[in-house]
Every structure is written in structure tokens, then in C-alpha cells.
């Protein structure tokens, strides 16, 4: 068990292009959420899955925000014509299903974005 | 989504010192936790307490839900343990709700 893995680590991209992270959970984990976190603020929460079900969305989740996870496994948040205000910590956790002990979410170490 | 305040939102020790984190959350919680954001951004879970106490090394835990809040105890501090804390609740939904933190700096 690696833990949860982001990729990539830091992306500095110019405004109005499209950038991608991918979040690999813990594989015995069937939940993934994503988390935007900007400068001086607790993470919020931008959309969940359970399995490869997205069951809910954040309203902070733009149309330019869209999240995949296939085959239930790695998922992938997409920013479409990116603006400064996207740049941000993007967090993802991963965690057991319910009843099978503890539900506590276990983050990855974040995908920095800087849009300049 | 459920409303949550840390205090204080600062806070400066000397090494070796003790230290109490304060949580309020404004609603019946069924998940709580409490996390340690490094100087790298990496969130580590520290504890998963919805309720009542619990202790690993020098750090300890309480919720106490039908009062909305959690402590986080902090004893014999180490530099190390500079970082920001934040503690996250979660009611009935799916998500944990987050704080805005308390940022801790250990002095050697």
C-alpha cells in the first residue's frame, strides 16, 4: 500500500488552457473525493465517487470542472480554460466503504496549480 | 454544509510546551477528524474521533458531540510539529467539512 498518489505535483500553466490530475487511491478503497485548497484556507469539497458513481458535486464545481474515475479505480479532475482563481492545492482522499471499520479519508500529497 | 471554527487561529510555543486546539462545529456530526498540513501541504491524519477520547503519543483527542466540539492536546512540544491543524467533521453527507485551521509555530 503506497498510499494515495497524485501526479503531477506542481503545474504552472497560462490562462485559457486545460490542465489534468490524476489521483491514484489506496486500491482496497472503492471512495475518492477531490478537495480544492486555496492560500489560508481549509480544504473544500468538490465532488466525491463511490466506485466509478459520481454521487455528488459541489456547486464550486464549474462547468469548466469535470471528474472521471472509469473503471472505478484512479480518476482524473480536468480544468477546461483555466483562470488565475483556479490556482489552488488539488487534494484528493480516498476511503473504505461504509461498515468495513472507520470511514476516515486518507489524502494524497496535492497537485499544486499556478495559472499566471 | 456544516459550520465549523478553530481557535485560536495562531499560535506561538516554545519547544517542549503544551497546547490546547479548539473545534466548534454547528451540527450532530457522525465523523470527525483531525489533521496535521505539513510545511509541503500533505494532509496526515492525526485522529479519527467522532466521539469520546483517544491518546497516541504525546497527542490526544476529545469529542464531546452533544456539545459540538473537539479538542486537540498538544503536550511537550517539538519543532516538529509546526504545521496547521484543522479539524473536520462530517454529518449525515459525504464529505468532511473543514475548518480554516490553527497554524502552529514551535519554537526551538
Known amino acids: 500500500d503506497t498510499g494515495v498518489s497524485q501526479d503531477p505535483r506542481h503545474k504552472i500553466t497560462k490562462r485559457g488552457q486545460n490542465v489534468t490530475f490524476r489521483c491514484d487511491p489506496i486500491s482496497e478503497h472503492n471512495r475518492l473525493y477531490w478537495y480544492r485548497q486555496t492560500l489560508g484556507q481549509g480544504p473544500e469539497f468538490l465532488t466525491y465517487?463511490?466506485?466509478?458513481?459520481?454521487?455528488?458535486k459541489s456547486r464550486l464545481l464549474s462547468d469548466r470542472f469535470s471528474a472521471e474515475r472509469p473503471k472505478g479505480s484512479f480518476s482524473t479532475l480536468e480544468i477546461q480554460r483555466t483562470e488565475q482563481g483556479d490556482s489552488a492545492m488539488y487534494l484528493c482522499?480516498?476511503?473504505?466503504?461504509?461498515?468495513?471499520?472507520?470511514?476516515?479519508?486518507?489524502f494524497g500529497a496535492g497537485s499544486r496549480l499556478t495559472v499566471l | 454544509g456544516i459550520q465549523v471554527e478553530q481557535s485560536p487561529p495562531d499560535l506561538i510555543l516554545q519547544e517542549g510546551a503544551n497546547s490546547t486546539l479548539r473545534c466548534n462545529f454547528s451540527d450532530s456530526v457522525n465523523n470527525l477528524q483531525w489533521f496535521h498540513q505539513n510545511p509541503w501541504g500533505q494532509l496526515i491524519n492525526l485522529f479519527y474521533i467522532p466521539s469520546g477520547t483517544k491518546q497516541n503519543g504525546r497527542l490526544s483527542a476529545t469529542t464531546v458531540a452533544t456539545e459540538r466540539y473537539s479538542l486537540l492536546y498538544i503536550s511537550s512540544s517539538q519543532t516538529t510539529d509546526s504545521g496547521v491543524y484543522f479539524c473536520a467533521p462530517r454529518t449525515g453527507a459525504n464529505n468532511l467539512f473543514f475548518g480554516t485551521g490553527t497554524r502552529l509555530t514551535v519554537i526551538p
Open positions: 465517487f463511490q466506485n466509478e458513481a459520481q454521487l455528488e
Open positions: 482522499a480516498s476511503s473504505s466503504p461504509p461498515g468495513s471499520g472507520a470511514n476516515v479519508l486518507t
